[in-house]
């Protein structure tokens, strides 16, 4: 196997292999990981069903602006798998992924990896390769299975778990709970978001069990977005010496109330995971990392985009949780959108998602008071035609109602929304998301933060 390969020549090795092709053994990323040995930098990693991507994101940039050299890995991606590997916040450029990815087909060869294995294998070799002191590593799909799950971290970070990937992980709350809880380790800490009854019952038992620490993020620190107050908690302030201490001005970039819950949950595994190393944490640098956080498509808000209607709010809310919490941030943030572009994979549980669509749709129309009527907002089905998981339009709209229109992609329904008075929602799968930006891609990069879209 040469070590010389254009991003062309690797990119159509990686899929080759196939995007949505799983086989959940640990038996071929471990054998890599053999063949290589252990990374020589702590591992945190990020596990659950909602949230993972933003506090993966949040905790890098918390690490970050305490001067470490920092790793993240994340996943899907939008437009080209780079974007799931960075290091200090910066996608590989075209070459060096290409050299990586040579590498990692050589290093890997005969072992038959999965397309995630193989990317999870690029990312350690570019984490060794820039010298990290830490990466951040999210999970793909479960826990107990994943190809992540063969790193022996530092610590494991818990987010929201709820009903998603149901036919890989099984068909309830607890069974999905039990698959994520395998990421445990004997010796590790867990931090973790608050969960459902059900999950947190698992996750707690499955903690005792492998003689790890599970430490509630909420017992840790206590933040709130509206004030941007970090205040300790119980935890932190058992003993003669707190690691939590007050702090004031942490203002998050994120849009969105669920965020918070996200911020706060990354903010209290950071602080576990510096008291375990006895890193001082840094008001200055909480301020600039919760500022600096940045990450597509998670009520993104889009403002006089050429080409687009005059203001877009871009949501990957893929399951019922996703859409539930999107829905809040919109009430919370007074916004009522003037049209719902929608599209979903229809392996997903349809039956509790769409409801909450409608319901969006309708948040205008529900929230009218005297004379003054609103109608609800357009609401569009699209389907998405590079994904091949994803609802047919004209499927996806009969299921919505008699009040859904159809168009055949995400494009021709903006195209026929570019005068609409009041902001657009795109909202539903990520990869719906990713077909907007292979039109847009330089939306997938930070710009100057556009005022929030209100209410017309």
């Keep these: 196997m040469t070590h010389t390969l254009s991003s062309a020549d690797f990119l159509a090795r990686l899929n080759a292999l196939g995007l949505f092709h799983m086989d959940l053994t640990l038996d071929r990323m471990a054998a890599f990981v053999a063949r290589r040995g252990q990374p020589r930098f702590p591992v945190l990693h ?28 994340v996943s899907p991606h939008f437009i080209t798998p780079r ?3 960075l290091v200090d916040g910066a996608m590989l450029d075209e070459d060096a992924f290409a050299r990586l990815g040579a590498q990692a087909l050589a ?14 294998a690029l990312a350690l070799l570019a984490f060794e390769d820039a010298g990290v002191d830490v990466a951040v590593m999210e999970a793909g799909l479960g826990g107990r299975y994943d190809a992540t799950n063969v790193l022996n971290p530092a610590l494991t970070v818990f987010t929201p778990i709820g ?8 068909d309830t709350l607890e069974l ?10 004997s010796g590790g800490i867990a931090v973790c978001a608050p969960q459902e009854p059900a999950a947190w019952r698992i996750l707690r038992d499955a903690a005792r069990e492998a003689g790890s620490d599970f430490v509630a993020a909420a017992e840790v620190l206590y933040y709130s977005r509206a004030n941007g107050r970090v205040q300790p908690g119980p935890l932190s302030s058992r003993g003669k010496k707190r690691f939590v ?25 950071f602080h576990v995971w510096a008291s375990a190393l006895r890193l001082p944490v840094n008001e200055d640098a909480c301020r600039q990392a919760l500022t600096r956080a940045f990450i597509p498509g998670r009520m993104q808000m889009v403002a006089d985009a050429p080409g687009l209607p005059p203001s877009i709010i871009l949501d990957g809310g893929h399951n019922a949780h996703g859409l539930a919490a999107l829905a809040a941030s919109l009430a919370a943030e007074g916004i009522r959108p003037a049209a719902v572009v929608y599209g979903c994979l229809r392996d997903k549980p349809l039956a509790d998602m769409l409801p909450l669509v409608q319901g969006i749709a309708q948040l205008g129309a529900a929230e009218s008071e005297g004379p ?7 609401l569009i089905a699209v389907g998405i035609p590079t994904c091949p998981r994803a609802c047919e339009a004209q499927e996806l709209a009969a299921l919505l109602g008699p009040q859904a229109e159809a168009a055949p992609d995400v494009h021709a329904a903006l195209g026929s929304l570019r005068e609409v008075s ?10 719906l998301l990713g077909e907007f930006y292979t039109q847009h891609p330089r939306l997938l990069e930070r710009g100057p933060s556009p005022s929030t879209p209100r209410r017309s």
């Design 372 to 378: 003054e009527t609103h109608a609800p907002a357009r």
């Design 176 to 185: 999905i709970a039990a698959d994520k809880a395998g990421a445990m380790r």
């Design 163 to 170: 009903m998603d990937h149901m036919n890989v992980l099984g």
């Design 422 to 431: 009041g902001p657009v929602l795109v909202c539903g799968s990520l990869y």
């Design 245 to 269: 201490r007050p702090m004031t001005g942490l203002w998050l970039s994120l849009p969105g109330t669920h965020q918070e819950l996200n911020a706060r949950t990354a903010l209290a595994a």
């Design 46 to 73: 990020v596990v659950g069903t909602n949230g993972k991507g933003s506090t993966a994101t949040i905790l890098a940039e918390l690490l970050r602006a305490h001067g470490l050299r920092v790793g993240l890995s």
């Design 83 to 85: 974007e799931r590997i």
């Design 107 to 120: 290093e890997s060869e005969g072992l038959g990896l999965t397309y995630f294995e193989l990317l999870t």
